[in-house]
């Protein structure tokens, strides 16, 4: 017996307006984006996770969060409010973590 996950794909956009990129990530390697901002905004610290071709800095120091996005599609500074980070953490761990562990995913029986 063994269980079968279809493959689950998030994607990325950053940018403003007219400068919007987009990039594909599975669901575990957004699930370490996510968990790294996640220990950064409660330390108060900075944190960096490489995910494939992305490296992705979080610096939670001061009164807002800055990321630092670094990937094939090039780089980009953004600053957030802190309020903003926080919803996004909470929302991310409603829509995504908490459906993951309570869905059925696929399943597929197989002989032994």
Do not use: C
């Amino acid at each position: 017996m063994y269980f079968q996950i279809p493959n689950l794909d998030v994607t990325l956009f950053s940018g403003l307006l007219d400068d919007t990129q987009s990039m594909r990530l599975t669901l575990l390697e957004t699930a370490a984006i996510f968990r790294s901002i996640s220990d950064a905004f409660e330390s108060n610290e900075l944190k960096t996770v490489k995910v494939g071709e992305l490296e992705w800095t979080t610096d939670a120091r001061a009164a807002s969060v800055v990321f630092d996005i670094t990937g094939p599609l090039g780089s980009r500074h953004v600053s957030v409010s802190r309020e903003d980070v926080g919803a996004a953490l909470i929302d991310f761990e409603k829509k995504v973590i908490l459906k993951l562990w309570t869905t059925n995913a696929d399943q597929t029986i197989g002989q032994m």
